[in-house]
């Protein structure tokens, strides 16, 4: 898996290509907190050459999203593989984080 994180202004993009798993999802964790220790107030992420995410991933992006909105920031996946589409509205994930294909 590979991240590419981008800052301009205040906004951040996350770039994810690969699967997020138990194995690497400290990775993850890790461009996470450079947002969060950061002054952005929105994340965009482009998921769209992720294939998979793991539930260790999903519950990361869950302790984020509740750091994040809690200090006014705002996530939206502008970009998603269709797998990582259809887990998020699974879950009922869509309901919390805007995400598109």
């Keep these: 898996m590979e991240i590419a994180l981008d800052f301009t202004g205040k ?15 400290y990775l993850f964790q890790e461009k996470l907190n450079s947002v969060l220790n950061s002054d952005v107030t929105k994340l965009d992420m482009d998921l769209s050459a992720c294939r998979n995410m793991s ?7 869950l302790i984020f999203y509740k750091d994040f909105i809690a200090r006014n920031g705002e996530i939206e996946i502008i970009k998603s593989s269709t797998a990582v589409y259809e887990l998020f509205n699974t879950i009922k994930l869509n309901q919390l984080i805007s995400i598109s294909l």
């Design 55 to 61: 539930s260790i991933g999903i519950g990361k992006l």
């Design 11 to 25: 906004t951040a993009l996350m770039k994810i290509d690969g699967v997020i798993s138990s194995d690497n999802a």
